[in-house]
């Protein structure tokens, strides 16, 4: 299973970043994938993903500002990040978890990749 991640960088508050996952090595009809970041020194927390019926799930202080979408005939996840704030600045994951119906959140049981970092300056 390999999941690569990019499209993160340095930008201004205000600003858009539009961030990048390709998955191999597992089968997307059975997952359900999405993102999660991390800060420095926090936990980490979901951010925005799909559930079983492909819904999508954002987190509170990212829904209307985020969009995640999904191409599963090439496997690739994206999220656009519009409007971005400080407190948006963290690492960013891509992840395959099971699907878990109407919920979608990151855990032991999923694949990420590297990670990319996103700095959101004010």
């Known amino acids: 299973v390999r999941l690569v991640e990019s499209g993160g960088g340095s930008v201004q508050a205000g600003g858009s970043l539009r961030l990048s996952c390709s998955a191999s090595g597992l ?9 999660f970041r991390q800060a420095s020194g926090k936990k980490r927390e979901e951010v ?3 559930d079983a019926h ?8 990212v829904k209307g500002r985020f969009t995640v979408s999904k191409d599963s005939a090439k496997n690739t996840l994206s999220l656009q990040m519009n409007n971005l704030k400080p407190e948006d600045t963290a690492k960013y994951y891509c992840t395959s978890e099971p699907c878990r119906g109407r ?3 990151p855990s032991i049981d999923g694949y990420w990749g590297q990670g990319t970092q996103v700095t959101v300056s004010s």
């Open 27 to 35: 089968s997307a009809s059975s997952r359900c994938m999405g993102w």
């Open 48 to 50: 925005a993903g799909f």
């Open 54 to 61: 492909g819904s999508t799930i954002y987190k509170d202080s």
């Open 103 to 105: 919920t979608w959140y």
